[in-house]
């Protein structure tokens, strides 16, 4: 399904067409592609509906990460890639930017916290840095 047929879906209002769209969406690993259509989906559904959690977890997917902070990073380009939206000319797309930003800002605090307790517990069983202070 190309990307202008499916924001057409997307804008369309009807809600077999969002459901089919945003299931497709989710098969993408969140990629900065889908973001256009995302949009369109949430100029054409009432604010805070059930949709906008649909269309969150699209962008919130991240596929493989590495590293301790991998989530953290993930995360944190999430962030930067709908950082725009909190500015956009609608009021929808602006209420659900906020709204995914308080969001993936917890979610990257708990992450946070994850890794930084996960790291501290290796260096406490293997020993490792015990001669640094």
């Keep these: ?6 924001a057409v879906l997307a804008g369309s209002g009807d ?4 459901a089919f769209v945003v299931g497709i969406l989710r098969a993408y690993d969140g990629s900065s592609s889908i973001l256009d259509i995302c949009k369109a989906i949430i100029k054409a559904v009432p604010e805070r509906s059930g ?14 990460v590495r590293g ?13 890639a709908i950082s725009d939206w909190r500015s956009d000319e609608d009021s929808r797309v ?14 990257i605090e708990h992450e946070q916290r994850r890794a930084d307790e996960g ?3 290796r260096k406490y069983r ?4 015990k001669d640094e202070s």
Excluded: C, P
Aim: glycine share 14%; aromatic share 10%; proline share 0%.
């Design 94 to 107: 602006q209420a659900f930017a906020e709204w995914l930003t308080d969001g993936l800002q917890g979610m």
């Design 51 to 64: 949709v906008w959690k649909e269309v969150a977890a699209a962008i919130e997917t991240t596929g493989v």
């Design 68 to 80: 301790e902070y991998g989530m953290v990073q993930a995360y944190e380009q999430k962030l930067q």
């Design 119 to 121: 790291l501290a517990l």
């Design 1 to 6: 399904m190309g990307g202008s047929q499916s």
């Design 15 to 18: 809600e077999d067409d969002i």
């Design 126 to 129: 293997f020993g490792i840095g």
